[in-house]
């Protein structure tokens, strides 16, 4: 089974750095770590991911929203249901739910639970 699926990579929650690379015909039955190491290898020769993004320790993937369903209140990532949302490395996408027209944020673990701390916006 085949998706289209939208990444969204964040570099900064408080200053709302992100960027969005849409892929298409991703295999659902590939594995989250599968599919950081292909986001990683199209982030390298996107044109509109300038050197600061291709160069980010990006490591963990969250679903965001999916089509006809759920939106989050925080303008950068949805801060709840961890637990279920958060896709689990050796899991396929299919089995973490994710499916066509599914926005993932693809962010550092660390920055995260930083942010969830204390979600305040700097400008």
């Known amino acids: 089974m085949e998706a289209t699926i939208t990444i ?7 200053h709302r750095n992100m960027r969005n690379l849409v892929l298409q015909k991703v295999d659902l039955s590939l ?3 599968e599919l950081k190491d292909l986001v990683i ?3 390298m020769s996107a044109p509109n991911f300038p050197p600061p993004f291709r160069k980010y320790p990006f490591d963990t993937f969250k679903i965001e929203t999916q ?5 989050t209140n925080d303008p950068i990532i949805n801060r709840e ?8 490395p050796e899991r396929s996408l299919l089995e973490g739910g994710v499916k ?4 993932i944020s693809f962010f550092k673990l660390v920055d995260y639970i930083q942010y969830k701390k204390d979600p305040v916006m700097a400008w």
């Open 8 to 14: 969204r990579c964040i570099r900064s929650f408080e």
């Open 31 to 33: 594995t989250t770590d």
């Open 41 to 43: 290898s199209k982030l």
């Open 67 to 71: 089509a006809f369903s759920f939106k």
């Open 81 to 88: 249901d961890d637990d279920t949302l958060i896709l689990k």
């Open 100 to 103: 066509s027209e599914t926005e």
